[in-house]
């Protein structure tokens, strides 16, 4: 008998990836290959893609296996919408008095009572509408055709084949189209409970095109495990539902935070900020928000408690932000959440430019990807040894440092170009290495701080501790951006470097320029720059700063804009502050990841 072949092997299993391919889509994790038609081993490829970035989000090993523990978290009850929902449902003449109304058409037969189906809606209507200001307000009226949001049960639509479930008919379809014909311009989510189907349809009363025949399967899981029974069951998890549908009538599409009502799995009760957040910016044009701060805070990254744990975040022009989590490095897209990018490879370091994103691998090898490319290049073969990475902020070089002995090459990304030894004078005490546009500078365990004039030429110290013998390298931060160097100094004082270097009169400070004196800022524990923007934030005074300094003198006072951090925003230990143009990223000791936008904010906040 002859062995059977890859395509024999796919052929036999296709009926399951159909199946897992539609659950990885419910969670955004599925992208089909291009091409038609398209190519059986691409499916499978892009299947096992999809099943490692659906275990990156769950916290489980990215192997892109499907195993037993990837089968049980894609088998938990969750909601088969996989539509983007990027469309506002409700035209303006829908809330021109702040009030929808809503009736019920039919009850269920069993499992669920009249009082905790109504109870249930009443809820979920009340907790999305109370979030918005005015509040939009929903209110029960009697059946009619009038009423903007119908709800009934139908039955018998069809069937749904589901991977676990025991029941399931293998000849099961996965559609369930056979349903009565919706007029134009109406919209019905169709949700299957037990073997009942629950249609809440509503009608545009305006010329707008609204998408139409959006199915949402809620019949996963008939029964509740050997803890509750089918009644118990659907008790408990019939009002998460609702409140996750109510979320989707709204116009919001999944999410990637797990504490997050539109999470696609259902078990959370009560609206996540993050869920707040989505529903205030989706409506912001027309309902008058009355904090705007509130909008201009965004969590894009839950607390991941020790699962995959961010160990570093990086930030590039164009708001594009990269973290490293176990070895893996991962893109956020602000419509799609995260895509993982590292390939097969475990970063240990990572950095990035306007061009390229480096990684520094666990072997020692130093990789670049363009920022619009999909392939990794390797440019430094040379293994086994500890060093450092860092990327000028122009993109024109990579500088790594050899930690064995301090010495700093730098590699330009030009076609054929080669490695160059920057440091004439190395010593092994270097640390680590800080760039601007067109200069990198060396840090010393001591403190010291030395500027290089370039390949194989002597380096010049620019900044030591003199008496301060205090503070070591520890004790400050450096950043650069554009051609300017920032200090965060011990003291929670922000200097500037003013370009000139005291070589026989070093002292601490020397050549530094306290910019934030004029403001009286103080305490900050985090600096970040991106162009000629520099921000600043106090933990202590609740404060986040910004300041330009664009055409202003090296060493010139600063002018600072603040802006409070709203009391829903707690920030706990920052690790690290980052930034991209108008976007300020914190991450946090939890791992958890926020975002700040000056861009909404700098016409309202406090100027000193």
């Not at 490692?52 to 037993?68: M, R, S, Y």
Request: charged residues 25%; aromatic residues 12%.
């Amino acid at each position: 008998m002859q062995d059977p072949t890859a395509h024999d092997v796919l052929r036999e299993s296709r009926p399951a990836i159909k199946k897992i391919i539609e659950h990885l889509s419910c969670f955004n994790c599925y992208s089909p290959p291009s091409g038609k038609p398209i190519d059986e081993l691409d499916e499978y490829a892009a299947v096992c893609t999809g099943i490692a970035k659906f275990q990156g989000l769950i916290g489980v090993p990215e192997t892109g296996i499907f195993d037993a523990a990837t089968s049980k978290h894609l088998k938990q009850p969750h909601c088969h919408n996989h539509r983007s929902h990027e469309e506002k449902i409700f035209a303006d003449d829908w809330y021109k008095n702040s009030s929808l109304t809503y009736c019920f058409e039919q009850y269920p037969d069993n499992y669920l009572t009249v009082v905790e189906v109504r109870n249930a809606f009443e809820t979920a209507f009340k907790e999305w509408g109370g979030h918005l200001t005015p509040p939009l307000r929903f209110e029960e009226k009697s059946p009619h055709k009038d009423v903007d949001i119908r709800i009934g049960w139908r039955y018998d639509f069809g069937k749904l084949s589901l991977i676990g479930n025991e029941n399931a008919n293998d000849d099961a379809v996965t559609e369930c189209t056979d349903y009565e014909p919706v007029p134009v311009q109406r919209v019905q989510e169709t949700v299957k409970w037990k073997d009942e189907w629950v249609a809440v349809s509503y009608s545009s009363q305006s010329k707008e095109k609204l998408h139409a025949d959006i199915k949402i399967y809620f019949n996963e899981w008939a029964d509740g495990g050997p803890t509750e029974d089918s009644q118990q069951f659907a008790s408990r998890i019939f009002p998460q539902i609702v409140l996750h549908q109510i979320g989707h009538i709204l116009g919001l599409g999944h999410s990637i935070g797990k504490d997050s009502v539109m999470w696609p799995v259902y078990k959370n009760s009560e609206l996540h900020r993050n869920d707040i957040y989505e529903i205030k910016k989706r409506y912001g044009g027309q309902f008058l928000v009355d904090r705007q701060r509130d909008l201009e805070w965004r969590v894009i990254l839950e607390s991941e408690e020790g699962i995959s744990y961010t160990e570093d975040i990086v930030a590039i022009p164009g708001n594009h932000l990269y973290r490293l989590a176990n070895g893996v490095i991962w893109e956020h897209d602000p419509s799609l959440g995260w895509e993982r990018v590292s390939g097969h490879y475990q970063a240990t370091q990572i950095d990035a430019s306007p061009q390229y994103l480096y990684l520094l691998n666990i072997d020692g090898k130093i990789l670049r990807r363009a920022r619009e490319g999909k392939f990794w290049e390797e440019i430094d073969g040379e293994s086994r040894y500890p060093k450092t990475i860092r990327a000028a902020r122009d993109g024109k070089e990579l500088y790594k440092l050899d930690l064995r002995n301090g010495l700093v090459s730098s590699f330009s990304n030009e076609p054929g170009c080669q490695w160059r030894l920057l440091d004439a004078n190395s010593d092994e005490n270097t640390r680590d290495i800080v760039t601007t546009a067109s200069q990198v500078f060396f840090i010393h365990d001591d403190g010291a701080v030395f500027v290089s004039e370039g390949a194989y030429r002597q380096c010049h110290l620019i900044h030591n501790h003199g008496e301060e013998k205090r503070y070591g390298a520890d004790d400050f931060e450096l950043v650069g951006s554009g051609d300017r160097l920032y200090q965060l100094h011990a003291s929670g004082q922000v200097l500037e470097w003013d370009g000139m270097r005291t070589p026989n009169d070093p002292e601490s400070l020397q050549n530094w320029v306290n910019i934030g004196e004029l403001c009286e800022l103080r305490s900050i524990g985090n600096i970040a720059a991106a162009g000629t923007y520099l921000y600043a934030y106090s933990n202590k005074q609740d404060m986040v700063w910004f300041t330009d300094r664009k055409n202003k003198i090296l060493g010139s006072p600063a002018e600072w804009v603040g802006n409070p951090i709203p009391s829903h925003i707690n920030l706990g230990y920052i690790m690290k502050l980052v930034a991209s143009e108008y976007n300020v990223y914190f991450l946090e000791s939890s791992g958890a990841i926020y975002s700040y936008s000056f861009q909404m904010s700098k016409s309202g906040g406090k100027f000193c």
